[in-house]
């Protein structure tokens, strides 16, 4: 299928629940096409709101899909076609609000971008255009622009792959913007319970968490020093969670302020940008070494790294003895040896672990548990479940059974 055709199925996909516009511009910035009926008018206001600008930004250093948002809450989704490292198409979708925005918050908005020369007469047409703009969730907009990335690479990615940049997930003015606050706590325990079992397969798992809460909201009038904030709340809060896994008080008090001193001293977005991530990498990777058993042989300790990175997957004991050059007969007895279950047995302690974490921090389903987790069927994910938990899972997610 050509690249135009596939462009022509994915706007007819969204236009069956959207009103978004799907956007082309050359690796120059030179808008080439677009199905939006107000094109000049839209097409203005990405390039006046900075949007076009931060997008070639991103296309030309190699960057992955964005969200990129503006201080009246309008956001547009970028994704990129790069040959050799050099940017060809950018691609944009949007425009879009991400909550319910009244008039006074798109003037409020209008004042962040003063020293533009907006005309009276433009502001005018923007503003009756308001009214056509969808509002779309951030979990809505996130997979349509995966469905995107998609479209144009065949490639598929998860939510945490998404470059979320500033004024993507905020509202004007410092309003918060509406979340649904069950999901948030659900969402943020989640994080917080894999610092606590230094999960190294963090990234899959939160996938779902980060198209529900985006980090730590802390409202300010000055968006760098709310960016600095929200990051040393989340600090502390991801540090005490390292020392409940084990992380010994010192090294993770040391730890902490650094990344927070790290935060402070930076003057500009892009300084701030990846601070988070190390900070939260580290953290669990901290956690994982100190938690790693050290009567385990480097060999069995790859083995049970690599089930627990790959809890989704079908995972054989001839796999595991490839993954260290040893035979199978030969694994299987070292392993049991070493931690006291066998592989399979080992096999399904971990995912009964994942699937205790999903039960409490997510509205997956039991179904969709057993899935993701790759055990087959329900029922027998229910059985495994029973044996090593000692109730159901709903049992577990209800709380009757939790210590």
Same mark, same amino acid.
């Given at each position: ?266 003057? *500009?977005? @892009? %300084?701030?940008?990846?601070?988070? #991530?190390?900070? !939260?990498?580290?953290? &669990? ?82 179904? *969709?548990? @057993? %899935?993701?987790?790759?055990?087959? #069927?329900?029922? !027998?994910?229910?059985? &495994? ?19």
């Amino acid at each position: 299928m050509e690249m135009t055709e596939k462009l022509a199925l994915f706007q007819e996909l969204i236009g069956c629940g959207s009103t978004l516009y799907t956007w082309c511009y050359d690796g120059e910035g030179q808008l080439l096409s677009s199905n939006c009926p107000d094109e000049a008018l839209l097409a203005t206001a990405f390039a006046n709101f900075g949007c076009k600008e931060k997008m070639l930004t991103l296309g030309r250093a190699g960057g992955p899909p964005a969200v990129l948002g503006t201080a009246m809450g309008l956001i547009w989704g970028v994704d990129f076609l790069r040959e050799n490292g050099k940017l060809l198409r950018a691609y944009a979708i949007g425009p879009a609000f991400f909550y319910d925005v009244s008039m006074k918050d798109v003037e409020r908005g209008f004042t962040y971008y003063e020293r533009l020369e907006i005309s009276l007469a433009w502001k005018h047409q923007f503003l009756n255009a308001l009214p056509g703009i969808p509002v779309a969730q951030n979990i809505v907009f996130s997979r349509y622009l995966l469905m995107l990335h998609y479209c144009l690479t065949g490639e598929k990615l998860d939510a945490s792959s998404l470059n979320f940049q500033p004024g993507a997930t905020e509202a004007p003015g410092g309003a918060p913007a509406h979340r649904d606050r069950h999901k948030v706590w659900m969402a943020e325990q989640a994080m917080l319970q894999m610092v606590r079992t230094g999960d190294l397969n963090y990234k899959s798992a939160l996938n779902a968490s980060m198209l529900i809460s985006n980090g730590v909201p802390v409202q300010g009038r000055d968006p760098l020093r709310q960016a600095k904030t929200s990051i040393t709340v989340f600090t502390s809060i991801v540090c005490r969670a390292a020392i409940e896994g084990g992380l010994s008080p010192e090294e993770a008090y040391s730890l902490g302020d650094s990344y927070i001193q790290s935060a402070e001293r930076a003057t *500009e977005y @892009s %300084d701030l940008a990846s601070v988070s #991530t190390l900070m !939260y990498d580290d953290f &669990v990777r901290r956690v994982h070494k100190c938690r790693t058993n050290p009567k385990l042989s480097p060999q069995v300790q790859k083995c049970v790294d690599h089930i627990e990175m790959h809890l989704g997957q079908k995972i054989r004991a001839r796999d595991l003895a490839a993954l260290v050059g040893y035979t199978e007969y030969y694994l299987t007895h070292k392993f049991k040896e070493e931690t006291g279950l066998s592989v399979s047995d080992y096999m399904k302690f971990a995912k009964v672990e994942r699937a205790k974490i999903l039960l409490c921090s997510t509205e997956l389903s039991v179904q *969709e548990i @057993s %899935d993701r987790l790759c055990f087959g #069927t329900r029922n !027998y994910f229910s059985r &495994v479940f029973n044996e090593v938990a000692g109730c159901t899972p709903m049992q577990y997610r209800e709380g009757t059974c939790r210590p």
